[in-house]
T-cell receptor, first 117, second 111 residues
Framework: DTGVSQDPRHKITKRGQNVTFRCDPISEHNRLYWYRQTLGQGPEFLTYFQNEAQLEKSRLLSNRFSAERPKGSFSTLEIQRTEQGDSAMYLC???????????????FGAGSRLTVL | QQQVKQSPQSLIVQKGGISIINCAYENTAFDYFPWYQQFPGKGPALLIAIRPDVSEKKEGRFTISFNKSAKQFSLHIMDSQPGDSATYFCAAAFTGNQFYFGTGTSLTVIP
């Protein structure tokens, strides 16, 4: 198992275009999270899945954003009609949902960096 | 509203010194407080975490001190090394679901 994989690592797009990011979590993890990180800031929660069910969505997730996890394995995050303010690092994380020594360990991927021109 | 406030924004420490990063939170319902370490071009990685029923947790050179009454917690890195140079984020969560992260501290350890 190579950890959480995200693709693409970098995406440059023009304003108004649609982009899609893919996340492959650790195979035995049933929880999957999407976060957004802008320069100099901590990750901000976007949404969270348990298996294929999307259980929480942040108010940051406007109607231009949609996330899916169709078979409870990989997930996609699509941004429609991108805006310059969408430029950020989009981080995916997964967890088993089991507290190990009191910890729900989130394992993050390396992120997908989006630049909107 | 920032749920977790972190300071300082940046920190420079001599090799062998102690690095201290502080965080404060508002919501007393938070029950899980992890610290993450992030190197450039990488995602954050869990460093150490604590639950509010203990006041201190130590793992190697890393210690979390937790003050429930003050709603504050801090990360202490003893014998800081150049390899510790990274950005550190504190976080708080409800039963480990939605995590709220601080704004990060950029640590530089000078050889």
């Amino acid at each position: 198992d190579t950890g959480v994989s995200q693709d693409p690592r970098h995406k440059i797009t023009k304003r108004g275009q649609n982009v899609t990011f893919r996340c492959d979590p650790i195979s035995e993890h049933n929880r999957l999270y999407w976060y957004r990180q802008t320069l100099g800031q901590g990750p901000e929660f976007l949404t969270y899945f348990q298996n294929e069910a999307q259980l929480e969505k942040s108010r940051l997730l406007s109607n231009r954003f949609s996330a899916e996890r169709p078979k409870g394995s990989f997930s996609t995050l699509e941004i429609q009609r991108t805006e310059q303010g969408d430029s950020a690092m989009y981080l995916c994380a997964s967890s088993s949902g089991l507290f190990i020594s009191g910890a729900n360990v989130l394992t993050f991927g390396a992120g997908s960096r989006l630049t909107v021109l | 509203q920032q749920q977790v406030k972190q300071s300082p924004q940046s920190l420079i420490v001599q090799k062998g010194g102690i690095s201290i990063i502080n965080c404060a939170y508002e919501n007393t319902a938070f029950d899980y407080f992890p610290w993450y370490q992030q190197f450039p071009g990488k995602g954050p990685a869990l460093l150490i975490a604590i639950r509010p029923d203990v006041s201190e947790k130590k793992e190697g050179r890393f210690t979390i001190s937790f003050n429930k009454s003050a709603k504050q917690f801090s990360l202490h890195i003893m014998d800081s090394q150049p390899g510790d140079s990274a950005t550190y984020f504190c976080a708080a969560a409800f039963t480990g679901n939605q995590f709220y992260f601080g704004t990060g501290t950029s640590l530089t350890v000078i050889p």
